[in-house]
């Protein structure tokens, strides 16, 4: 009998024990949130000073409390500590910062002034028509070297489409790049990101170009967006963006966005109008992929003094 009460009283203080150790997780989780959430609070008040675009301060102030910004604080950090590495080095004041990412176009439409909220981020360019599923190369992007005539576009799908390549070619295709400063209040599907993954083709492919080719040059900044194991969901670019633009505040940069990523429609209801996609730049159908002609990687001397030099 006493066995048996020794054994109860044990698994009395064992789930105690048990009990507490839960309690203080929570406890510790709920203290996170609360940081988090007064961080977030703080970085969205400096971020309604600085911005000047009427359209963008609108939509701060209604989705302050939303869950869109939800992970601006991890976005922030992330760029913060980027950033104050490359400030040791020896750019310009202005850059060029290339954001390699997986990305989507999911929903809805937000204004395009919302991926430059504040001054310190001067333009955002997108090279993929929208619901292309890539933006050609990472490594022409961050070097410069991509031009609009690089452009080839083809059927991503081996089986089970019936479209020729030529058909694939977009409609209307302007001859530049889609500009988020020149858009302005233009409406454009909203971005998602997500993180790049070992094996997944697209670093690896850049760094083989880079030991190749050699390096970006002078004040062009190249971003994998690589986060740890545990932090692997898509992010909005918009939330990136914000983020971006307040680490900027307290650097001596201004910057330029490239995006280099995918930019297929995922939306999970109705999918977005292609007429209006292809009014604001360009639009691709299913299954279409974009590459760059060989000819990308033929330098010219002046082209080879602005990648070194920045002249």
């Given at each position: ?54 359209t963008v301060l609108q939509w701060l102030r209604e989705n302050e ?122 409406k454009i599907p909203n971005i998602t990101v997500s993180p790049l ?66 930019l297929c429609d995922q939306s999970t209801g109705q999918k977005f ?39």
């Amino acid at each position: 009998m006493n066995c048996d009460i020794d054994m109860l009283i044990g698994l009395l203080e064992l789930k105690k024990a048990y009990l507490e150790k839960i309690q203080l997780i929570l406890q510790l989780q709920l203290e996170k949130y609360k940081r988090q959430s007064d961080e977030r609070k703080r970085l969205l008040k400096l971020a309604i000073k600085n911005c000047k675009n009427e359209t963008v301060l609108q939509w701060l102030r209604e989705n302050e409390e939303s869950v869109t910004f939800s992970k601006l604080v991890d976005m922030f950090h992330f760029w913060n500590k980027l950033i104050d590495e490359e400030e040791k080095k020896n750019h310009g004041d202005n850059v060029d910062i290339t954001f390699v990412a997986h990305g989507a176009i999911k929903d809805f439409m937000i204004p395009a002034g919302c991926l430059l909220p504040l001054p310190t981020i001067t333009d955002v360019v997108l090279y993929a028509p929208w619901n292309c599923a890539t933006a050609g190369d990472e490594y022409g992007i961050a070097t410069g070297r991509i031009k609009p005539q690089h452009r080839v576009f083809y059927c991503n799908k081996d089986e089970g489409c019936t479209i020729p390549d030529e058909k694939h070619q977009p409609v209307k295709l302007p001859n530049h790049w889609n500009s988020m400063k020149k858009a302005g209040e233009c409406k454009i599907p909203n971005i998602t990101v997500s993180p790049l993954r070992p094996g997944d083709g697209v670093w690896e492919g850049y760094e083989r170009h880079t030991k190749k080719h050699g390096p970006p040059g002078r004040s062009r900044i190249v971003i994998p967006f690589i986060l740890p194991e545990e932090e692997s969901e898509s992010v909005q670019f918009s939330v990136v963006m914000l983020a971006l633009s307040l680490v900027l505040l307290s650097s001596r940069f201004k910057a330029t966005v490239h995006l280099s990523t995918c930019l297929c429609d995922q939306s999970t209801g109705q999918k977005f109008d292609k007429e209006q996609l292809i009014k604001q730049y360009a639009y691709t159908i299913d299954n279409t992929s974009m590459k760059v002609s060989p000819d990308m990687l033929n330098e010219t001397w002046i082209d080879y003094l602005k990648r070194w030099f920045g002249v």
